[in-house]
Structure formats: C-alpha cells, structure tokens
C-alpha cells in the first residue's frame, strides 16, 4: 500500500470530498482521484461513496480512515524521531483558534514557532469553537483552543482562562454599576447567530430563569458587533478585553454581568484518539505560554 495513496483517501475522507481535499494537498483533482481509484483497486473495495454534499466513507472505507490516521501519525512519529536524531522537532502542526485569538495570537505563535521549532511546519485554521471541535475530531487539526468545550470522550482539554462577560453599551448617559441576568433580558442585544458560544451562554442563563433574550440584530464578528453598538442598534455581550482592543475604547461602556455572572472558559483541546508527537507537545507549551501571557 502506498502511503501517499493512503494520505490522499485520508484527505478526502476528512475533507468530505475531492475538491477540497486538493485544495487542502495542493494537488490536481483528476490526480487526486486517480490515485484514490488505484487505491480501491489495489484493495478490491469501494472506499467512497458520493453524495449530494462530497464524499462519505463506505463500510471498508470507514475502516481504513481508521487504520489509516494511525499509520500515518506512526510514520509522522517515526520521521520526527529520526529528526531528534539530528537534534530537531520537525513535523506539521494543524491549529484552530477562534476569531478573536486568531488575531491576538497568529503572529507571536508565528515567531515562537520560527524561534524554537525551526523545522515544524505550523497551519492555523480560524473558525468558531463548535467548528474547531468538529476539526479536531476529524484529525483536521492536532490542537484547538475551545470556548466551553463539549464534554467528549474524544477530546482532552484543560482550560487556560477564565473571561467574565459585560454588557457593552454605548457610553452615554448615567452609567450603572452592574446589571443582573434577568434585567438583561429587557435589553435590546447585538448577537452573533447560533452556535456561537456567547449567543448558548445567553440564552442557557435565561433559559434557567424562563426568559429570553431580546434580539435588535444577529450578526458574527466582533467587530461589527462594535460598529452597531456605537451606532446605538443594542448592546451586546462581550469581554471587557474586547472594548481594549477594539481602538476605540471612549466610545463603549462595559457594565459587569452578575446574578449570577456570566463566565466563558478558554480551552486547549487535543484529540484524545491520537497520542501527541513530541513537535505537537512542544507546540502546546508554546501556546500555552502565549495565551497566560495574556493575563498580563
């Protein structure tokens, strides 16, 4: 069996078609299917089957992607161990982070990972939390950080932070100095749509005390969350790190959340599936260390 056959289906099977698959390898699709076709060949089953949506594993398919991420991870083991040999950490990380740690992390993980792992090839993907998750169940990625992980036998996660969220406001008249859970649900709310993890938070905290929320807009992306909150559409519920690093901090009002408060947990997750290779464990402490650094 060849491995670069094998790496291939694999690709595709995650990936839930060829299309993407070859974006994702960097090949042609007739390639691409071709040597996934001489693949089912050689093992006498269909691996595949098509869909309206991609591609899905059949029975014997289904088997060989799982057979297939172990031996691939063994080889990526075995290619890093010969490069210890020469006193290196080399192999590709897959990393997920959410929006808003996608652009406070991107860089310095960057230049960690150039200074300490010259040799490792890093890729990060942005998505939300619920994505990432999916991501890393699949074996697209080795390491996300998660907002409120689902409990899952198939992830390991150990929180780094814990954030309180406010109610940011446009600065104008009196301020007050908190607002509590149920007085939040008469507030018009600038909200990101389902599954965002702010928008669960909300609604699970009234849903507790048989309320809902009051939605002026839906709409994803901090950002733009800000914009309509400046221009006084509604409030919306967000870190106080948030307004700090929007540039435009004169213009909001942060009010604490209490009663009870509301708090989001950021997660470093793994695949409990698939054991680290050292450059993924090395690459975790670099994310680890940058994350605390936070704190700061």
Known sequence: MDLKQLEYFVSVAELGGFTRASIALGIAQPALSRQVRQLEIELGQSLLRR???GVVPTEAGQMLLEHGRGILHQVARTREGLGRLRGALAG???????PRFAKMLTVPLTRAVRARLPEAALSISESLSTGLQESLLSGRLDIALLYNPAPSPDIDSVVLLEEDFYL???RQGRARKSISVRELADEPLVIPTRPNTIRMLVEAELANIGLHPRIAMEIDGVAAML?????GVGGAVLSVNAVRTSGREEVFRAVPIVKPRLRSKLALAVSAQRPATRTQQAMQDIMRELVLGLRM
Do not use: F, K, Q
């Open 51 to 53: 869909t309206g949506r």
């Open 92 to 98: 590709r990380v897959a990393i997920g982070l959410p």
């Open 168 to 170: 940011v406001t446009r």
């Open 227 to 231: 914009d309509l909150v400046a221009e």
